[in-house]
């Protein structure tokens, strides 16, 4: 429930490189971001779910450098975990062995 509240804030950084790369002025781009995120944040605040993958990939200005399609696999942020799931799935398992003797 949290990653999926506040992993779309992580993804960003992936999108405003990619406009960049796609020839995007990135100071202009920041700020697009910026604002859509301040947005979203409220939106969370008042309880609702994180509408910031949806608003990147409509953004008109992103949309001049990136299919939406795109945008939507830079905003994918479940790559962001890391090992997580390698070291939790490693940390039950000691704890189990623990446990079990």
Known sequence: ??????GPFA???RVLMALGKAGADRQEMHEHIRGLTMRAWESLRAGEPNPLIEWVAANPEFLRYLSAVELRSLMDASGHVGDAPTRAKALVEDIWKTVKT
Request: hydrophobic share 45%.
């Open 1 to 6: 429930r949290n990653f999926a509240a506040y």
């Open 11 to 13: 993804a960003t950084e």
